[in-house]
């Protein structure tokens, strides 16, 4: 649907495919029509004190979250969905998780809360005072009851596909959907840290297969995603490679130069990505030398000593 020599727009209009907006998401949000938008993808700034944001208290914060979401909502398409992907607000080590507290928001515009999604991933800060955060949120509302939802192009295998019904008029018959299951809300994706394929000098970018999932089940093709804060484009890349158009905006001119960039590769079919689907990495699969510790190696040589040696030991002690 899209080739190597599509436009990128700095400005909304109906026509377009590809926009992103060099500028607060507010301004971008005014020129979008009521009801244009299929599917509102974002993680907005967590206000921990990035470089690209100035810390605010929490209430002016929630404040300035639900202009964003009301803006959204008015733009969104009756058949519409608003994933709302965040994280906790630390203050003074005490954590307050932003789903909790934007709930109430967009609930109160009357939108249905269809799930809360758990990101899991496994890399982040070590704490020393609490638990290390190795999951975030995203939360999922829809407009209407009438949402769309497409569940085929984002099932994923069975862990026993071979099983068959036992008993009753199907048995003998496999009793899986050959297709693959529900994914299920819990969902296992590495972030995009140093070692990840489509690591940027952003901090906080999401990875492409979290995108598409959503892409593919909220949207169809030829349908808007939208991303107020969009950081280096991900949301883009995922909406234009699944054949929907995208937009977005942002405020800081190094990462619009990155979302630039990293949509023409996807134009171009250059952009690496880690593949959806691709199992987790599993060191100790992979064989990988660095997961033997050298103080149990250390330690295991010893006590193989050890035991060797005890019954002369306990021979030495009798002499005595
Ligand atoms: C958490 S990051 C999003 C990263 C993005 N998901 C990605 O994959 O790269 C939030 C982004 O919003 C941008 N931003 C902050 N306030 C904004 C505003 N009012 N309008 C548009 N962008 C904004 C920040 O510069 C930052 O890049």
């Not at 029509?33 to 907005?44: F, I, M, N, W």
């Not at 693959?180 to 819990?186: E, H, S, T, V, Y």
Request: charged fraction near 25%; hydrophobic fraction near 35%; aromatic fraction near 10%.
């Amino acid at each position: 649907m899209f080739n190597q020599d599509q436009e990128i727009s700095d400005k909304f209009h109906p026509t377009e495919s590809i926009v992103v907006y060099p500028g607060d998401c507010l301004d971008l949000l005014q020129s979008i029509p009521d009801e244009t938008l299929q599917l509102v993808v974002t993680s907005p700034p967590y206000n921990i004190g990035k470089e690209y944001e100035k810390k605010l208290n929490l209430e002016s914060y929630i404040q300035q979250q639900a202009e964003v979401i009301t803006e959204c909502v008015r733009a969104l398409s009756p058949a519409g969905s608003i994933c709302w992907q965040v994280g906790n607000y630390v203050d003074k080590g005490a954590i307050i998780p932003l789903d909790t507290v934007l709930y109430p928001v967009l609930s109160n515009l009357g939108l249905k809360m269809r799930n809360r999604i758990i990101w899991h991933f496994e890399h982040g800060l070590h704490c020393s005072k609490r638990f290390s955060g190795r999951y975030e949120t995203i939360i999922w509302f829809t407009k209407t009851e009438d949402y769309i939802f497409n569940l085929d192009p984002v099932r994923v295998p069975q862990k026993y596909p071979g099983k068959k019904h036992f008993k009753g008029p199907k048995a003998g018959q496999y009793s899986s959907n050959p297709l693959g299951k529900n994914p299920g809300d819990l969902w296992v994706i590495p972030n995009v840290k140093s070692n990840h394929v489509e690591k940027t000098e952003h901090p906080c970018q999401f990875p492409v297969e979290l995108i598409e999932r959503l892409v593919l089940s909220m949207t169809n093709e030829g349908d808007w995603v939208f991303d107020p804060f969009l950081g280096t484009g991900t949301t883009i890349i995922a909406a234009l490679r699944h054949g929907r158009r995208g937009a977005g905006a942002e405020i800081l001119p190094k990462y619009i130069e990155l979302a630039h960039q990293r949509i023409q590769q996807e134009l171009a079919g250059t952009l690496r990505t880690r593949p959806m689907g691709k199992p987790v990495y599993d060191p100790f699969e992979a064989g990988n030398s660095l997961t033997v510790a050298p103080w149990y190696q250390q330690e295991n040589e010893q006590m193989t000593l050890l035991e060797d040696r005890s019954p002369y030991e306990s021979d030495a002690h009798e002499d005595h």
